[in-house]
């Protein structure tokens, strides 16, 4: 009777956590979207203010600071851009980073566009989604007996000098938001993409929330793709998503990195709006 009863259960708990991947885009979001459309050039200027945060890092900040291990993503991310560039019907290539931290997959991502410049002729368009704040880590255990904690303070500026250094502060543009915030406003604007990566949040729940945001932004025949698909709460998450899309993407994984090719379906996005965000 127990072991039923047990069995019941579990079956109750899978169905619930399958079950997100079926809501309604336009049920995630509370608050609502302007009335006024912007295009790509305005949303550069209006919104994302045309790149003048660069201005804010001082001339003698410091060198280059990429000293993470992320090679793998190297030999990925040019084949990545180049099956997606086949593909686009725009002169651009646009890709949405969920996570960014001092840019180091951000600067891969930027070489492998200037290659893609030379042989497709597609500029690229990075926009980088991270608050810039570290992650929990880095408050409860690295630099916790430091007088002052580099990841509150200095990582933005850090970010932001390194795309400078690495040239790329004219096609990186940061969105300095928490990702469920900034996939609002990319939503109401409409932001489609060629590629999304993410690599926030590695808990369950978050990945459940970035994957039900980031997924519909990208274009019929454009790329999702993550890191550290080793992670438990990660490959839990990516797995019930393809559990409900097998039959809609094609799926592969290199390493600790996952991928969907996005083949059957258009993005979609969040459209609710209001003249007045009060009312």
Known sequence: MNGGSNLSCT????????????????????????????????????????????????????????????????????????????????????????????????????????????????TCQIICVDTWLGSPEF?????????????????????????????????????????????????????QADVVFIDADHDYNAVVRDIQLYYPLVRKDGIFMGHDYDWKGVKQAVQEFLEKKKSLVNFWDKVIYFFMLKEQEEAIFFNKRTKNIFR
């Not at 793998?72 to 099956?83: A, G, N, P, S, T």
């Not at 303070?153 to 096609?171: A, Q, T, Y």
């Open 11 to 122: 079956k109750q708990v899978l169905q619930e956590a399958i079950n997100w991947i079926d809501v309604d885009i336009n049920d995630i979001f509370e608050q609502k979207c302007p009335l006024k459309m912007l295009d790509w050039e305005e949303f550069k200027i209006k919104i994302l203010k045309n790149n003048s945060i660069y201005e804010v890092v001082p001339d003698d900040f410091g060198p280059l600071d990429l000293n993470q291990n992320w090679k793998d993503l190297r030999k990925y991310i040019y084949k990545i851009l180049e099956k997606v560039a086949k593909t686009a019907e725009t002169d651009f290539i646009r890709i949405i980073e969920v996570g960014s931290f001092k840019g180091l997959s951000t600067s891969f991502i930027g070489e492998a566009c200037s290659n893609i410049t030379e042989v497709y002729g597609k």
């Open 139 to 191: 408050y409860e255990f690295f630099g916790i007996d430091e007088p002052r904690n580099e990841y509150a303070h200095d990582l933005f500026l850090s970010f932001l000098n390194n795309m400078k250094l690495k040239g790329l502060d004219n096609i990186v543009y940061p969105l300095r938001l928490p990702s469920q915030a900034a996939a609002h406003i990319l939503h109401c604007y409409q932001i």
